[in-house]
């Protein structure tokens, strides 16, 4: 048990939070562009986008920390994650492009508002697609031979990708129509509540198939969740979804203004549980483990110390960005 | 066809490095340049810093979307399509953008929502904490970065084991030989850059009654620090020229268009480099001039691309070429640098019409010598991708060359599209002008709550 053992599992205990962390914020704000076409004028638009304006940009960051982390951390890992997922990954980062742009772009256009309008939404629904079917075909397993990918360029795409594509989509729909609801008033804070009722039914139905279909794709899986006495370790996690599903569509009913935000989150985390149950403990599912890919300690070391150092002051400062723009937004509430 | 998978694996890279770098050359200008704004207005309380800060804000704002954007794809990229280059460098570089994505990226993002949307809920000189804090955001970012770019050029501080880099000492890695030239040459670079689209744009709005008043401050500004930065950036650039020397002859074999090795060897002022031939055609030369510049002597030996094989020659007439639209350029700042100087003294600045109509036609020249010089220093460290350890050829993912056809294709439309929309909500900002009649100092408006 010495530096090479822990240094790794730490590492992987980071980049797990950082992706957590990226799927809830920018969750959300995805979120906000996959229900982007529902804004029913362009001043409800207006406040959906204004409602993330100034929180995107350091919602995305996530993102590349886990990018960069894995590079760091787990450089044989990222090198062939990276090759096998070529296609999803470039995808999603050409629609993120285009989301992310139309910020900018859209309240400076008049007359082609609303092609700016249409780069947010697909822009916002292809990169949660994109990012389901990488969880999914990471989840299926790779073609390894001696250390290299060797399987096919499309093998990403399957029946499986797809449907955790689009359950991607459905759960950060969900998350968006809670931040909405947190951050509105009127009538599109009760269309809020609505949609996100009728999401949250979307999104249990996918995290049940998902959940049935992972066991059964590999037996590694199913021996995990139904061997004794795992099994009754494990129960509580579909016992606790069930509750936390019951309970947000109470607070939705009821429209409690932060519940169904926090539960919609809860829900997620739950979900990350599980499939962290699943995949443990591999960089590369049933290839590598994270040791067999860990950079050696005096290169996950380093940058651990500035990443034990400066993350807590991240979460603060982006906790100090949320607080400046706290409460609901309001119409025309200055751009710049 | 790996031949076919490497050059088009290099020409996404290229494209999209050179397409993302376009933005943080303005934006790590430009955000001092607001610091310079917002301090104005704090100290004097003069409306025109105001404007002028909330007008190049907006630009400001709309280039860091840009470089948000085609930051984040590179930040994948080194995986999706240099995958063997990660594993190998992995140990190394991936540390250095780590550190950039803690120390810089969410600093930057975080204080850029206060910086642009914040002014009506912070208190003014947290509003310019915010502004201050993202310029030097920008900095450390361009520090990682060129530590990374530069260890490549001059790897230090590694053993390498079973192929593999592994890390003997991060002083050593990050303060590599060529950082403290490379550095400062781009943080130069991108203030230059700044300061010629600052001064273009402002010549352009000194023309016209309605923001003429309001452009002055902002010309004076730019101009004057053209003056200074033209004639440091040119020290800069030779002392980066002697570095390259000692740890990359060929470069600057290749910059000099030198195929033997020479005592006394003369600058060529124009060539038509020919790699097949091993020789220059249609040479104007100034004798010994480049052994003065590189070796300080007349008759100092400067090293000839013979000295290695054909294949570990990088590309002769791309390095030779953009090198001299480097050098031409930078020529070029130091003139109008000097010439606004002068125009200073007489007193005629704002008002003298041709001067105005040079700045305007400059404006996007520096993004031509920023360019220009990373093609220099880039495709003159070929065929290396880590110079004489790790050649180019053996970095690539094993990605189907159709693939990334597919992909590179997408990129010259997505990114085409980009820059064409970008270029026209630039120029309708600009139209726009400085507007004084929005100028309401933020914290006098009713809508500050009370707390603060």
Redesign the interface.
């Known amino acids: 048990m010495d530096a090479s053992f822990w240094i790794p599992l730490i590492w992987a205990g980071v980049l797990c939070l950082g992706l957590m962390l990226y799927v809830i914020l920018d969750g959300f704000d995805l979120g906000i562009g996959i229900l982007f076409p529902w804004g029913r004028t362009d001043e409800e638009r207006d406040l959906m986008m204004n409602s993330i ?3 995107w ?2 919602n ?2 996530w ?3 886990a ?7 787990f ?2 890992a ?6 096998a ?3 999803p ?2 995808f999603m ?2 629609a ?3 989301r ?2 139309a ?3 859209r309240f ?2 008049e007359r082609s508002r609303g092609v700016w309008d249409v780069a947010f939404n697909l822009g916002s629904v292809m990169a949660a697609f994109f990012q389901g079917t990488v969880l999914g075909a990471f989840i299926q397993g790779f073609q390894v031979t001696d250390g ?3 399987g096919n ?1 499309m093998d990403w795409l399957t029946p499986f990708s797809l449907m955790t594509g689009f359950a991607l989509v459905c759960g950060y729909a969900l998350l968006g129509a809670c931040w909405l609801a947190l951050k509105t008033e009127g009538a599109l804070q009760r269309w809020a509540f609505h949609a996100g009722q009728v999401l949250m039914f979307v999104v249990l139905a996918w995290i049940a198939m998902v959940s049935l279909a992972t066991p059964l794709m590999s037996a590694e899986v199913a021996a995990r969740w139904f061997s004794l006495p795992n099994l009754f370790w494990l129960m509580p996690v579909p016992i606790l979804t069930i509750v936390v599903g019951w309970m947000l569509w109470r607070a939705l009913r009821r429209q409690s203004p932060w519940a169904p935000f926090v539960l919609t989150i809860t829900l997620f985390a739950l979900g990350a549980f599980g499939l962290a149950v699943s995949l443990w403990p591999y960089t590369v599912p049933r290839v590598f483990t994270l040791w067999e890919t860990a ?2 300690p ?2 996950q070391g ?2 651990l110390v ?2 034990v150092a ?2 807590p002051l ?1 979460l603060g ?2 906790a ?2 949320y607080w ?2 706290r409460g609901k937004v309001h119409p025309g509430a ?3 | 066809m790996p031949f076919d998978a490497v050059i088009l694996a290099r020409l996404q890279f290229a494209l999209t490095i050179s397409f993302h770098i376009l933005f943080p050359t303005l934006t790590i200008g430009l955000a001092l340049f607001l610091v310079i704004l917002e301090a104005l207005w704090l100290r004097t309380g003069q409306a025109v810093y105001l404007t002028l800060y ?1 007008f190049w ?2 630009i400001f ?2 280039s860091f ?2 470089g ?6 590179l ?2 990229e ?3 399509n240099f ?2 280059f ?2 190998v ?7 250095l ?7 810089a ?10 910086m ?7 208190p003014p000189r947290l509003h310019f904490a915010a502004t201050c804090i993202v310029s030097i955001g920008t900095m450390i970012s361009a520090f990682w970065i060129l530590a990374a770019s530069s260890w490549m050029h001059t790897p230090a501080g590694y053993r390498l084991v079973d192929g593999i880099f ?2 003997e000492s ?1 002083p050593a890695v990050i303060f590599n030989p060529s950082f403290f030239y490379r550095f400062p040459h781009m943080l130069m670079a991108s203030f230059l850059t700044t300061s010629l689209v600052v001064a273009g744009v402002s010549a352009w709005h000194l023309q016209r009654i309605q923001s003429a008043a309001l452009a002055r401050p902002a010309f004076a500004i730019a101009t004057l620090a053209l003056a200074i930065l033209a004639p440091l950036q040119i020290v800069m650039g030779d002392l980066h020229g002697l570095q390259v020397q000692r740890h990359q002859p060929m470069k600057i074999a290749a910059m000099e268009g030198l195929w033997e090795t020479t005592a006394g060897a003369p600058l060529l002022v124009f060539a038509w480099p020919d790699m097949a031939a091993e020789r220059n055609h249609f040479e104007i030369a100034i004798p010994k001039l480049a052994s003065l510049i590189l070796q300080h002597d007349p008759e100092g030996t400067v090293l000839g691309l013979k000295e290695v094989a054909p294949a570990d020659r990088p590309l002769v007439p791309l390095v030779f070429f953009s090198f001299r639209i480097m050098v031409g350029l930078g020529f070029w700042f130091l003139f109008l640098g000097g010439l606004g100087l002068l125009l200073r003294w007489r007193g005629t600045l704002y008002s003298n019409r041709p001067y105005a109509l040079l700045c305007m036609a400059s404006a996007p020249l520096g993004f031509v010598a920023t360019l220009a010089g990373w093609i220099v220093t880039e495709t003159g460290r070929q065929p290396w991708i880590v110079q004489g350890l790790m050649r180019t050829s053996e970095a690539v ?4 060359a159709r ?1 990334i056809l597919t ?1 590179l294709s ?1 990129f010259f439309a ?1 990114y085409g599209t ?1 820059l064409v ?2 270029l026209y ?1 630039l120029s ?2 600009i139209r726009q002008g400085p507007d004084a009649a929005a100028t309401q100092p933020a914290h006098d408006e009713p809508t500050r709550t009370a707390w603060m």
């Open positions: 304006a100034p929180h940009d350091g995305e960051t993102l590349v920390l990018g960069g982390g894995l590079f760091a951390a450089p044989k990222y090198g062939l994650l990276m090759t997922l070529y296609i990954i470039l980062l050409f993120l492009v285009f992310g742009v910020f900018e772009f400076k256009a290299k990918f060797t360029v950079a050696p005096a290169s380093f940058l500035g990443a400066l993350l991240i400062y982006t100090y960005n400046v723009f200055g751009y710049h | 909330r804000v907006k704002a709309l979307g840009m948000v954007v085609s930051g984040v794809v930040s994948y080194f995986g999706t995958a063997r990660s594993e460098t992995g140990n190394i570089l991936g540390p953008l780590g550190y950039e994505v803690l120390t990226f969410f600093l930057e993002a975080s204080f850029l929502g206060v642009l949307f914040g002014m009506q809920r912070v592994h890390v991060w993912s094993a990605v189907p693939a992909t997408l997505v980009l929309a970008y909500y309708k900002l």
